[in-house]
């Protein structure tokens, strides 16, 4: 233990899913490292001590799916400022990028951002686009070039991103996906892939993906879905499911449905990772819909999962899909002091989703701090 801590987080409930530790413990941090997790620290050898009496005391938040590349990718927005009141101390931007301009991502986004901003890397050489999409001509689709830029980015590339959408990519879906996929192979890294509204069935994508890919936007109604006509999932998709396909959230403006959740969970397909797709194109202010990953976060307490299962799901979960559960994604002595502070509020709530849907509810997480490499940031709440 330190002799002295920069910060200490007293009177809060530890939660960290790795380890199973969910009680009443203090945190220590010192030199932007965890220090000391124990009953009862001293106080007198702290810099600054705050009390989180009645919060939770996190991992920093994973979002795995956002679009941070602004003022270049379209889809792009400042994402920042948000994280940090939000309890999300890592983001993965999710393909804004490809092999032409991750460069510039690096040294634009990742490197002046205080959140730990990573990237999938985009089949296409310029990273996803709104009009014309990305991959009409199949032509703009580098694999070996999106391969190579994972492999000179480790630090921060962490796989490869598809859009098999209609409006992306046309009717190019099937050899775009194989490219995709063929990247991921050369670099080891998941392949994460886009639905809805595509042009091949979910059955083929889910039978094509190796375990490890990931599907986002899972819960889309857009079709083809993941469910049938009865509201059963897909044999394919349980498949998928069962050999270790992962199903990511990606909330964004048009792909979360109450009813498809529900049917989807009921029969058996609970998100693997839960993330929130913010994007710069979502209606303003505020992130319409989507709101912010404590907002997405909500919908699944109100759908049934409890908060370790919830949060599991947007810290260790995420990390071990990309391979750095050994950096990101738990709350532990030596670990980089990476800390969200979180509280379920009492307070009457309406959720949203993309079809029109509106849940009033009684409770909410909200974010009271957030800990980045044990710099301290006020949480919006």
């Known amino acids: 233990m330190a002799d002295t801590f920069d910060l200490l987080l ?13 009680r009443k413990l203090d945190v220590g941090v010192a030199e932007g490292r965890v220090t000391a997790i124990l009953a009862d620290l001293p ?8 009390d989180v009496a009645g919060c939770y005391v996190t991992p920093g938040l994973i979002d795995f799916h956002v679009h941070s590349y602004w003022g270049v990718n379209p889809y792009g927005c400042n994402l920042d400022a948000l994280c940090l009141a939000t309890g999300v101390t890592t983001t993965m931007d999710a393909g804004s990028a490809g092999p032409v301009n991750f460069l510039g991502f690096r040294n ?18 310029h990273g996803v686009l709104n009009e014309p999409g990305e991959l009409l001509n199949l032509g703009f689709a580098d694999s070996d070039g999106a391969a190579q830029t994972v492999g000179d980015n480790r630090d921060i590339g962490v796989g490869i991103k598809v859009r098999l959408h209609r409006k992306s990519i046309g009717e190019n879906s099937r050899a775009a996906l194989r490219l995709a996929i063929k990247a991921g192979e050369a670099t080891r890294t998941p392949t994460m892939v886009h639905v809805g509204d595509t042009a091949i069935s979910m059955s083929e994508i889910a039978d094509t993906l190796r375990p490890g890919d990931i599907i986002t936007h899972c819960y889309t109604p857009q079709k083809p879905s993941i469910i049938d006509e009865t509201g059963k999932l897909l044999t394919e998709v349980r498949k998928a499911k069962e050999r270790g396909v992962i199903f990511d959230v990606g909330h964004a403006g048009g792909h979360f449905d109450f009813d498809l959740v529900r049917r989807a969970m009921g029969d058996g397909l609970l998100p693997d990772v839960i993330s929130s797709d913010l994007h710069g194109r979502l209606k303003q202010p505020g992130f319409g819909i989507v709101g912010d990953l404590p907002t997405t976060l909500t919908k699944f307490l109100a759908l049934g999962l409890n908060l370790e299962e919830i949060i599991a799901r947007c810290t260790i979960n995420p990390a071990r899909v990309i391979d ?7 709350l532990e002595v030596g670990r980089e002091a990476d800390i969200a502070v979180l509280k ?18 009684n409770q909410r997480i909200a974010a009271q701090w957030t800990i980045r490499q044990g710099e301290l940031f006020k949480g919006k709440g």
């Open 108 to 125: 634009l986004v990742s490197e002046s951002s205080k959140t730990r901003m990573l990237g999938f890397v985009a089949l296409a050489q």
């Open 43 to 50: 106080r007198a050898n702290a810099n600054k001590v705050l």
């Open 10 to 22: 007293t009177g809060g409930t530890v939660l960290n899913p790795v380890t199973g530790v969910n």
């Open 344 to 361: 379920i509020t009492d307070e009457p709530t309406t959720l949203r989703d993309s079809v029109g849907g509106e849940w009033s509810v």
């Open 324 to 330: 750095w559960q050994d950096r990101i994604g738990s």
